[in-house]
């Protein structure tokens, strides 16, 4: 009987070794085809690099429009120039600015940093980082201006922004037309309302722009 185990036992590791089979389920796994699998649905996105960024707004000297942009000629902070100050009666009382000095191409870009980034990007800003897979972006700002409109118990502040985003990744290039826009409802036209307008315009911005890159022919999905 004994003589018959031993045998018994040399033929089941003779088939172990062999044939690798198993007496039991090994879980969690993973075979080579599903590694193969794993490692192929890897993000593969392009990095982006952010090129020039031009304000390329027009504005005019005097309109009685408020939602037409108004720049005095003397005045030389285009750079920064967001909306013009109007009394309750429309009269122009003063020039409405970005907080803590930024410029409308910083705020333009940090903007586009922000919404690359959530879409799984990596924005760079060192061109000797740039290789084969990335993906240059030139920003146009077209529009970017806050003003208010009468109603019938409060005002509407409002903020629109428009960019031109051109996306270039060897000999192919794609143009993409971002907006982002708000109105809020205050009783009066304070520093504070304007600044919510343009937060909400810039948030709506940010949803757009990953909206049209999620779109793009040139970044890869």
Known sequence: MKRILFYFMMLLSTCILITGCTTSDS???PNANEAVSSDNTQSTKNTIY???ISDVRKFQQKSDDRSVPVL???KLDKAK???KKRSTIGLSIGTLYLDDNQTVSDFIKE????AAIQSGYTVIENKAKIDENTVRADIQIVRFWTWYDTGVWDIDIRAEIENTIILKSNDQTEKLMVKGSAIIEKPIG???AYNAAVDTARDNLVKDIRSKLRKSTILEK
């Open 81 to 83: 120039v967001i909306g």
């Open 72 to 74: 005095d000629t003397t």
């Open 111 to 114: 903007s586009f940093k922000k």
């Open 190 to 192: 304070t520093d504070k």
């Open 27 to 29: 879980n969690g796994t």
């Open 50 to 52: 952010i090129g020039s």
